[in-house]
């Protein structure tokens, strides 16, 4: 069975504080670990797929990385409109459903 | 861009009512797919329906079923709805393929949810 824990739970960081957030897997086969921000009450809204160990994604603050076991957020000087919850999922083999963690709350204080 | 859109956004029911969650698929998307958050968790996957035959299934009770319909549009319908029924649902939708080799799986676009009150 696929799972998917992230950590911390949540994240209290200072404007311009650079931090990494977690996201352990276990999948019978990666068909793809995907990253989303979910602000409360709203739907995920996508920031990167990962196919392959060893990639890299990067979109303004953020940067995804991914190894064979695990990826990471890296969030480097955030502003307080990054504050949301950090929400990573998987693909395994034979499924196209994802499997999501339990999501990271993240709080930047101006 | 055009999103995932889902109707109704609020939806308030009685128990033991039934419920009708629609999504429509961003334009060309063949595959589209349910998921249901309670207070404070993850999504849960639900069903999920590519070029209208369900594709895959998950934790979805008897009393729910859907459907995927000729313009791709799909609905959610609920019955004898209980009070552990009231939580957000998302509809998600991708294009088949697009991921690139067939082992990828392609992104999947949420749209806003529709939120269900069950008193």
């Known amino acids: 069975e696929d799972q998917v824990t992230q950590s911390p739970e949540a994240l209290r960081l200072q404007e311009g504080e650079s931090s990494s957030l977690n996201c352990s897997y276990t999948v019978s086969g990666l068909r793809g670990l995907f990253w989303y921000r979910q602000d409360p009450g709203k739907g995920p809204e996508f920031l990167f797929t990962?196919?392959?160990a060893g990639e890299e994604k990067e979109k303004e603050r953020l940067k995804a990385t991914l190894t064979k076991k695990e990826s990471f957020l890296h969030i480097t000087a955030p502003k307080p409109e990054d504050s949301a919850t950090y929400l990573c999922?998987?693909?395994?083999?034979?499924?196209?459903?994802?499997?999501f963690g339990s999501g990271t709350r993240l709080q930047v204080q101006p | 861009a055009a999103g995932v859109i889902q109707s109704p956004r609020h939806l308030i029911k009685e128990k033991r009512e039934t419920a009708t969650l629609k999504c429509y698929p961003i334009p060309r998307h063949d595959t589209v797919y349910w998921y249901q958050q309670g207070p404070g968790q993850d999504p849960q996957f639900l069903i999920s329906?590519?070029?209208?035959?369900?594709?895959d299934k998950g934790s979805i009770p008897d009393r729910f079923s859907a459907q995927q319909f000729s313009d791709y549009h799909s609905e959610l319908n609920m019955s004898s709805l209980e009070l552990g029924d009231s939580a957000l649902y998302f509809c998600?939708?991708?294009?088949f393929g697009a991921g690139g080799p067939y082992m990828y799986q392609e992104t999947q676009y949420f749209g806003p949810g529709t939120r269900l009150l069950v008193l």
């Open positions: 990962l196919y392959s």
């Open positions: 998600a939708s991708s294009l």
């Open positions: 329906f590519y070029e209208k035959m369900q594709s």
């Open positions: 999922a998987v693909a395994d083999t034979g499924r196209r459903a994802l499997t």
